[in-house]
């Protein structure tokens, strides 16, 4: 994991990323209890091609140069099935420039925050996240003010009525 | 049935969901490497189980010193 991390490290300081954190179900585990889950959830901020266009082909050509190769929908990456998410939509984006820096055994590396964990499971709203959202909000850490910000900001407070008893 | 509960104390059904409950809570507290180590073994735990069952599923092959790891 840490070497995943660095590899990702190196991705941004070369600037084939312009700024990753970790999301999804790994994001979740460092503020809950371990559950399985197959992919490290890796949303990226890409820098923009000379065309204008937003592609994770340069992620792709840079691992593969490095000797790394796909997975399926991943890339296995020192042994870790990472899979690059484009930031697609607002909420990401912020989550992205907000995330945690957090040190791994001495790697630095970003973590989505808890309470825009919760507001991608309310967005996203896959069965999976429905069925991990109570259990995250019983264990993880939340600021309720700065999560009703992010809540009513993204239009997601409705949403969090419905979910919450 | 509750006068009864109540005059005994907690049943052993409440005191197992308590002792689940503080596992929990010990499991969120853990450094997130440890955290992932679990993962790892809930990985290889369920790997053989969903193959057998025709799904691929992943198993991380976590820190070797060197360059990319490839399939041996």
Sequence with gaps: MKKALEVLNQLEH??????????????????MEPFATEDLDVFVLLPPSSRGLLTLAPIYDALRALGYREDRECMDVQGVAVQFLPAYNALIEEALREAAAVDYEGAPTRILRAEHLVAIMLDTARPKDRQRFAAFCEQAPLDNERLQDILKRHGLLERWRTWTP | ????????????????????????RLMAAAPFPEKIAVV??????????????????????????GGPKREG
């Excluded at chain 2, 369920?46 to 799904?55: C, H, K, M, N, Q």
């Design chain 1, 14 to 31: 070369d600037g084939v990323i312009a700024r990753y954190a970790i999301g999804g179900a790994v994001a979740a585990i460092f503020y």
């Design chain 2, 1 to 24: 049935m509750d006068a009864i509960n109540a005059a005994n104390g907690p049943t052993e059904l409440q005191r197992a969901l308590e002792r689940k409950q503080a596992r929990r």
């Design chain 2, 40 to 65: 790892v073994q809930l990985q290889a735990r369920f790997a053989p189980i969903l193959r057998a069952r025709g799904e691929e599923y992943r198993v991380w092959r976590l820190e070797s010193p």
